[in-house]
C-alpha cells in the first residue's frame, strides 16, 4: 500500500474535541483497551449531551443510545475541566494559541486531522453536527453503537484499517462522499433515518451492510467496490444481506470489480437503479482463481448467480429488457459453474448456440455453414466424380443450381420446397441412406438453430 501524506493535517492530539475524547487517554498499542474506551466514551457523552432537553433524552434512550442524565454536566464539570487541561498541557503548542474546553453550541469539527492511534468511539452520542471530512484514520476506528443526531459528514475520509460502524444511527443526512476504505468495512445492522450518500466513494475490501436500515434515499453514485489489484485470498463483496431500502437507491455508475453483491433477505425500493455498463460489473467467469481463493469456488459461482437472478427481476419491473436479459444471460453462465455435470451440458450448450437465447448473427452463421455444408456435399461429387463412384446418379449429375436449392430446401423444408422441386434427387427409393441422412440432419439442425433465431429477434426487438 502506498504511504499517505498527512503533512497537510493536524495532529489528532492538537484537536481540542479528539482531546474531549480522549480524556482518560489514547489507545496505544497493539490491542484495544475496552475499558479505557469506556471511561473515554462515558465523559464525552456527557460533554456533547449537556444541552439535550428531557424530552431529547428521552427518544434517544429509546433508539438505544447511552445517553447521561441531566445533571450529569454539572456531577463530572470539574472533573472533565480538569482532565481536559491535563490533556492541553501534554501538547508542545510551540506558541501556538492554546484552545478551550470546546463550545456543546459549536460543531465538532474533526476535519484535516490525523488519528495515529486507534479510535474507538463505541457508543458514543454525538450532540452536535460532526465534521470529519478529509481526515485520515492510519489504524482501526470504531464507531460500533454511535448515535449522530445530528449531520455526520466524512467527506473525502480516508480509513486505513478497518472501519466498523455496526449498529450506529445516523439520525440526519450522512454524507460519505468520496471517502476511501481501503480494509474491510462494516456498517451491520446500522440505521440511516435520512439521506445517506456514498458517493465515489472506494471500498476496496469487503464492504457489510447486513441488516442495514435504509430509511431514506441511499446513493451510491460512482462508488467503486473491489480493487483490480487486489492479491487478497478473498475477493471484495459488497454484503447487503438482509439489507433494507425504503427509498429509492442509486447505484448509478458505481462499479463492481471482483464479486456482484450479496443480496441475501434483502428488500429494495422498486425505483432503485443498478449501472447498465458492462464495465461496471465483474467480467467473465471464473471471476478468481481457485487456487488462490479461500472461499469454495461453487458457492461463489452459486452467490453470483443468485445476485444475478435478484438484480434481474428488479430490472424487469423497471422495463428494460435488453439489462434484464445482460443479467440472464451472466446468471446462466455462473449457474453452469456450480451445478452437476450433466445439468451443465445442456447450459454450455444453449449459451455456445444462442448466447442465452440473444444471439442473433451467431445463428444466421450456423444457418449459412449448414447450408454451405450441404452444397458441398451435394454439389461435391460434381467436382470430383472419380471420388464419388458410389453416389447415386441423380446426385452425381446435380447442377450447381441444383445442389445450392436442395441444401436451402433442407433448412426452410416447412416451405415445401422440397416437394415442389427437388422430389427427383430425394424422393427416390435407391437414393444412398447416407444422403437422407444428413438431409435430415439439416432439416433437425436448421430447426433448432431458427428456434434460437426466434428467440433472439423477440428479444433484440422486444416482440411479444
Keep these: 500500500m502506498a504511504e499517505t501524506d498527512l503533512s497537510d493535517l493536524k495532529p489528532a492530539r492538537e484537536n481540542p474535541w479528539y482531546i ?8 496505544t498499542g497493539d490491542g484495544v483497551d475496552g475499558e479505557l474506551a469506556e471511561k473515554n466514551v462515558r465523559l464525552w457523552n456527557i460533554w456533547s449531551c449537556q444541552l439535550l432537553s428531557d424530552a431529547e433524552r428521552a427518544e434517544l434512550r429509546e433508539a438505544g443510545a447511552a445517553v447521561p442524565d441531566a445533571d ?14 491535563d490533556r492541553i498541557a501534554e501538547v508542545d503548542w510551540n506558541g501556538r494559541e492554546i484552545p478551550d474546553l470546546p463550545d456543546p453550541k459549536l460543531w465538532i469539527d474533526m476535519s484535516k486531522t490525523a488519528f495515529s492511534n486507534k479510535v474507538n468511539l463505541e457508543k458514543a452520542v454525538f450532540g452536535q453536527r460532526a465534521f470529519f471530512n478529509s481526515v485520515t484514520f492510519t489504524q482501526a476506528a470504531f464507531f460500533n453503537s454511535a448515535t449522530f443526531t445530528q449531520v ?48 465515489s466513494a472506494t471500498f476496496t475490501q469487503d ?41 429509492p437507491a442509486s447505484f448509478r455508475a458505481a462499479k463492481f470489480i471482483n464479486r456482484f453483491p450479496k443480496f ?7 425505483r432503485t ?108 461429387c460434381g467436382w470430383a466424380d472419380r471420388f464419388c463412384v458410389f453416389a447415386p446418379p441423380q446426385i452425381r449429375l446435380m447442377s450447381w443450381q441444383d445442389a445450392a436449392g436442395l441444401s436451402f430446401s433442407n433448412l ?44 433472439g429477434l423477440r428479444q433484440r426487438f422486444r416482440l411479444r
Excluded at 450529569?72 to 480538569?82: D, L, M, N, Q, S
Excluded at 436479459?325 to 448456440?353: C, D, K, N, S, T
Excluded at 416437394?419 to 424422393?427: I, M
Design 273 to 380: 437503479l443498478f449501472p447498465y455498463l458492462k464495465t461496471s460489473w465483474p467480467k467473465g467467469y471464473p471471476l478468481y482463481s481457485v487456487s488462490n481463493s479461500s472461499i469454495e469456488y461453487k458457492t461463489l459461482m452459486r452467490e453470483a448467480a443468485n445476485s444475478c437472478a435478484f438484480i434481474r427481476n428488479h430490472i424487469r419491473k423497471l422495463g428494460h429488457p435488453d439489462i434484464e436479459h445482460y443479467f440472464f444471460r451472466r446468471e446462466m453462465g455462473f449457474a453452469a459453474q456450480h451445478v452437476e455435470p450433466l445439468e451443465r451440458l445442456p447450459i454450455l450448450v444453449y449459451g455456445w448456440v444462442s448466447g442465452y437465447g440473444y444471439a442473433v448473427w451467431r445463428l444466421v452463421g450456423f444457418l449459412a455453414l449448414l447450408w454451405l455444408a450441404g452444397f458441398v456435399v451435394f454439389q461435391g
Design 264 to 270: 441475501t433477505g434483502a428488500i429494495i425500493h422498486e
Design 72 to 85: 450529569a454536566w454539572e456531577t463530572h464539570r470539574a472533573e472533565i475541566e480538569k482532565r481536559f487541561a
Design 412 to 455: 426452410f423444408r416447412f416451405f415445401g420446397f422440397q416437394v415442389l422441386y427437388f422430389r427427383e434427387f430425394l424422393g427416390d427409393e435407391s437414393l444412398a441412406d447416407s444422403y437422407k441422412v444428413f438431409a435430415s440432419a439439416q432439416t433437425v439442425f436448421s430447426f433448432i438453430f431458427l428456434f434460437f433465431l426466434g428467440l
Design 207 to 247: 464492504a457489510s451492510f447486513r441488516s442495514t436500515s435504509f430509511e431514506d434515499r441511499a446513493y451510491f453514485t460512482a462508488t467503486r467496490f473491489g480493487d483490480p489489484e487486489s492479491t487478497s485470498e478473498e475477493p471484495a463483496l459488497l454484503d447487503l444481506t438482509d439489507a433494507q431500502f425504503d427509498k
Design 20 to 27: 474531549l475524547m480522549t480524556l482518560h487517554g489514547e489507545q
Design 152 to 199: 455526520a459528514f466524512f467527506a473525502s475520509a480516508t480509513f486505513m484499517q478497518a472501519a466498523l460502524f455496526d449498529s450506529a444511527t445516523f439520525m440526519q443526512a450522512t454524507l460519505f462522499d468520496t471517502a476511501t476504505f481501503t480494509q474491510d468495512t462494516s456498517f451491520d445492522s446500522a440505521t440511516f433515518t435520512q439521506p445517506a450518500t456514498f458517493d
